[in-house]
């Protein structure tokens, strides 16, 4: 085709001309929007169980290894338990607790004994009711102060952080979803409009082609890499250079989320602080978690310990009254109705507690301190594994749109 054939053709259909980059624009954004979209979207598999047939969200999808990958990041680098609870006071907390600590010592001590000991209990005149229930709760901030003290210097044999963090993750994938996509919105705006300014660059060597070739596989073909190229680079350019890096001389260029680190630490901070690492989250994992039964060894020691000293002198008689198998049993219903007040008395502590630990300033300051591939961890996992189901999808709707192109606006 000569030079004035292609000026000629150019003249007489400038408006496909003109769509061309136009489309190309609106391939990449589109493309980006969906490659967006399905990696958050649906939380839950939505198409025909068993199958291919349907998708959920790339990040829900893989929640268990998402929030492993985090997590491990977190514990290795970000915080450690010891340190986190040894910044609590023993003291301060039971002076937080001690008047609800009276409350439950009173109402503990007269169950039990109305229970296993109901005639002596009621025929002790309520002066001495009043002395036992008061000497026992003399003994209870000791041994309150003691527990926590213990608990703060072996959290990791009562608490395993990791555990409590992906379990929780994965019961609310909606978090999951919170932790990538808040720490990455200008990231994600960046990939939507990025999309735009290489399409519009694709699109008009699009516009080359299709002059000198009139190929109807031109549309598709460049929508289908407009779809890919876009996407691929877009991802590329988030996380490298890790290093502020110059390219030909004349453009600057970092990575956009290296660039944000100060940022993302805040946010980041911020987040785990508010929906992961929350006091009541924690008490949950070291009730009900895996290493739970090592808190309530400690806690059945102590009361069991507070039992017998109380009763010291009165033992012999208690155990010949109720028999030996009652004594075991009164001790430990002591125990488990301490366990019970443990969710309240931790709600009056919460606010000390939270200040004290201060999980954000430490997860903060712990963040600017990694190096470039530590940091690139908070995000990048995100992305790696299945990037390239997000641009094969980039490049597939790329290549659909320009095959309706060649439908629709090309002359026929």
């Given amino acids: ?97 001690r008047e609800p600590l009276r409350e439950a010592v009173d109402e503990i001590t007269r169950e039990i004994m109305s229970m296993y000991q109901p005639t002596v209990w009621e025929m002790m005149p309520e002066p001495a009711q009043r002395m036992l229930v008061r000497r026992v709760q003399s003994q209870a901030p000791r041994i309150v102060e003691t527990l926590i003290a213990e608990v703060a210097e072996n959290i990791d044999d009562v608490l395993d952080v990791r555990d409590m963090a992906v379990t929780n993750l994965v019961r609310d994938k909606a978090v999951l979803n919170r932790l990538i996509r808040d720490i990455s919105r200008p990231e994600m705006r960046f990939i939507a409009r990025s999309g735009i300014y290489f399409g519009t660059v694709i699109g008009l060597v699009q516009v080359v082609a299709w002059a000198i070739t009139h190929s109807p596989w031109i549309m598709p073909i460049f929508g289908g890499l407009t779809g890919w190229l876009t996407d691929w680079l877009a991802l590329k350019m988030i996380f490298l250079p890790r290093q502020p890096k110059r390219f030909a ?87 488990r109705k301490a366990i019970e007040r443990i969710p309240e008395a931790v709600r009056r502590v919460e606010g000390y507690a939270t200040e004290a630990m201060d999980v954000r300033n430490t997860i903060i300051d712990q963040i600017k301190g990694l190096t470039p591939l530590q940091y690139e961890g908070l995000l990048r996992p995100a992305f790696r594994q299945d990037e390239w189901k997000l641009i094969a999808v980039g490049a597939i709707i790329g290549f659909l749109v320009g095959e309706l192109q060649v439908l629709l606006v090309l002359p026929h």
């Fill in 1 to 97: 085709m000569s030079f004035q054939s292609i000026v000629d053709d150019v003249a007489a259909n400038w408006h496909v001309y003109a769509t061309m980059p136009v489309i190309a624009a609106l391939i990449g954004y589109i493309t980006k929007r969906a490659a967006i979209e399905m990696m958050f979207r649906p939380i839950d598999f939505v198409g025909i169980k068993g199958t291919f047939i349907g998708w959920q969200g790339v990040i829900p999808r893989n929640s268990h290894r998402m929030a492993s990958i985090a997590m491990d990041l977190m514990t290795t680098n970000l915080i450690r338990p010891k340190e986190i609870f040894s910044r609590l006071d023993p003291k301060r907390v039971t002076d937080e607790l």
């Fill in 249 to 335: 001389g004349l453009v600057t260029w970092q990575g956009m989320f290296q660039k944000r680190k100060e940022e993302v630490a805040v946010d980041y901070g911020n987040l785990i602080a508010d929906e992961i690492l929350t006091l009541q989250k924690v008490l949950e994992a070291v009730l009900t978690g895996p290493k739970s039964d090592r808190l309530f060894v400690m806690i059945e020691r102590e009361v069991r310990r507070a039992i017998d000293a109380q009763l010291s002198v009165a033992k012999p008689l208690v155990v010949v009254s109720i028999g030996s198998r009652r004594y075991q049993e009164m001790k430990q219903l002591a125990t």
